[in-house]
């Protein structure tokens, strides 16, 4: 039995084979694994997103914290931040008493991260009402002072003299919400 | 078709059939090629997009660790100034409660307050007032009152009180506190020793 194949066959067929031969190899040596690869990286992606949208999410949380914090103690914060000016203070609180002085700020020890200067305060008052009128209006005041012992009331005709130790807390200059507060 | 024995056609290799098949194989070899440049492309995107993802998470923990401290340092500040402010209110009650203290018949010339104690230098009617009158009430405050009095001009006596809160009560029962966790551990070493002898 004779197999008669045209040469125009040969051709068609031989072609055929090395370009299926072609795709096959084209095929599982890079398109597959490639496939493969693409797949484990759209996992490690999504991974990755979920990841960073908990972190963003946590953030944001913080940062709401953050802000309601300032909002809530914005007098606290800025008191801190400012340095005490003793003619502000006399100013500010002069209604109070008949006569004010305030020695200089001298430093004493920190407290924690805070720094604390003393002020040395003499004055004249009408009656103790004024004090105690004094006394509430520090604690609204520009900056955070504490009324230490010892405190002194001495008769003076019709006047109180009262001398008294004012403790003035300050931010550390390196601290790191001393910047943080002006923005 | 016209067949001519003087002018024949040429015949080439590429047929019909080849070139459907070209075209076939063409078409197929394009799409696998694009699939390809397609995934590669893509893997190169999830990588990028990756390594942009890794940098903002410690962007954000930079974030939150900074906004952490700050938050922090707000609530430090926060609880010393309302120990302040709190120590200021108290300190206001206390002098109220002093001048309150202080009966009408009595007058105060001067008043030093101490850290522990109270110092009043005043005038009084006479000693059984000064007694029933302010001392009674000091006596049941403090810990230690002293007084001392030296007659005044007018027939009314000048009086000096001294009067001390004893913070030893809470030394001493602080040290019978230390006492007592001595005594269990050298009961407990004791024990630990018996134990090992035996």
Redesign the interface.
């Known amino acids: 039995m004779k197999i008669n194949i045209s040469r125009q066959n040969i051709y068609l067929l031989s072609l055929s084979v090395i370009l299926f031969i072609f795709v096959l190899i084209f095929s599982f040596s890079l398109l597959i694994p490639e496939g493969k690869e693409y797949r484990l990286k759209r996992a490690e992606f999504k991974k990755e997103s979920l990841e960073l949208r908990k972190y963003e999410n946590f953030k944001d949380e913080v940062a709401q914290k953050l802000g309601e914090l300032r909002s809530d103690n914005r007098h606290v914060i800025t008191a801190y931040d400012r340095e005490f000016d003793p003619q502000r203070f006399e100013k500010t609180h002069k209604d109070y008493f008949k006569s004010l002085n305030i020695s200089q700020k001298t430093q004493v020890e920190n407290k924690e991260e805070f720094n604390v200067y003393e002020v040395n305060t003499t004055s004249q008052i009408n009656s103790p009402k004024s004090f105690y009128d004094f006394l509430d209006a520090v604690n609204k005041s520009d900056w955070i002072i504490s009324i230490n012992f010892p405190i002194i009331f001495k008769r003076e005709d019709e006047m109180i003299r009262s001398s008294f130790t004012m403790k003035v807390y300050n931010n550390q200059s390196d601290s790191n919400t001393t910047a943080s507060v002006v923005e | 078709m016209k067949y001519s024995y003087i002018k024949p056609r040429k015949k080439s ?1 590429f ?1 019909s ?2 070139q459907l ?2 075209v076939f ?1 063409g078409i ?2 394009f799409m ?1 090629f694009l ?2 440049f397609f ?2 492309f ?2 190169y995107r ?2 990028q ?2 390594i942009d ?2 940098a ?2 410690e962007n ?2 930079i ?2 660790v ?6 922090t ?6 609880i ?2 309302e120990s ?2 709190t ?3 108290v ?2 009650d206390s ?2 409660n002093m ?1 309150d203290l202080v009966p009408q018949r009595i007058t ?8 522990n104690g109270l110092v009043l230098y005043g005038i009084a009617p006479n000693k059984d007032v000064y007694d029933f009158m302010l001392q009674a009430p000091l006596r049941s405050i403090f810990h230690r009152t002293y007084s001392s009095f030296y007659p005044a001009d007018n027939g009314w006596i000048r009086f000096v009180s001294t009067n001390y809160v004893d913070k030893e009560v809470e030394v001493v029962e602080e040290e019978m506190l230390l006492e007592d966790a001595e005594m269990i551990d050298e009961d407990a070493t004791d024990y630990e020793e018996v134990e090992y002898e035996n």
């Open positions: 290799i047929t059939e080849i098949l070209i194989f197929t070899i696998l699939t390809y995934l590669v893509k893997d999830f990588t997009d990756k993802m890794i903002q998470r954000a923990d974030s939150i900074d906004m952490e401290k700050k938050i340092y707000i609530e430090k500040q926060v010393l100034s302040i402010f120590k200021n209110t300190l206001k002098i109220a001048f105060l010339s001067e008043a030093k307050l101490l850290e």
